[in-house]
């Protein structure tokens, strides 16, 4: 069951940045890592970012490098994907989802076959 909120999306222009939010209520969020992904209509949901529990860990797709920057805050139970100099061809609706295992580092979250997904937020980029 999902159990995670995502936020901060919108509309912006070619180069603009923004900032969104990955947020849970529950207590032992801390513990697990988390993946940002996102969907472009027409298009399979891909792999942006993740983190481990600790932040020690982090992993991008090859498109975000050096763009995005994750990040979290376990006392807030949030974690952040900052996104600049952002492209059209970044929009999408993104995602972000839990590792269901504990402790696990970053680049196993690309791989994780989720069953279920929040809404997500919108994220528009013009040219």
């Known amino acids: 069951q999902v159990q995670v909120t995502e936020s901060g999306g919108g509309s912006v222009q070619a180069g603009g940045s923004l900032r969104l939010s990955c947020a849970s209520s529950e207590t032992t969020f801390y513990n697990y890592g988390v993946g940002w992904f996102r969907q472009a209509p027409g298009q399979e949901r891909e792999f942006v970012a993740g983190i481990d529990w600790s932040g020690g860990s982090i992993d991008y797709a090859n498109f975000a490098k050096g763009r995005f920057t994750i990040s979290r805050d376990n006392t807030l139970n949030v974690v952040y994907l900052q996104m600049n100099d952002l492209k059209p061809e970044d929009t999408a609706v993104y995602c972000c989802?839990?590792?269901?295992?504990?402790?696990?580092?970053?680049?196993?979250?690309?791989?994780?076959?989720?069953?279920?997904w929040g809404q997500g937020t919108q994220v528009t980029v013009s040219s």
């Open positions: 989802n839990k590792d269901p295992r504990k402790w696990r580092g970053a680049p196993v979250l690309g791989s994780i076959d989720f069953d279920s």
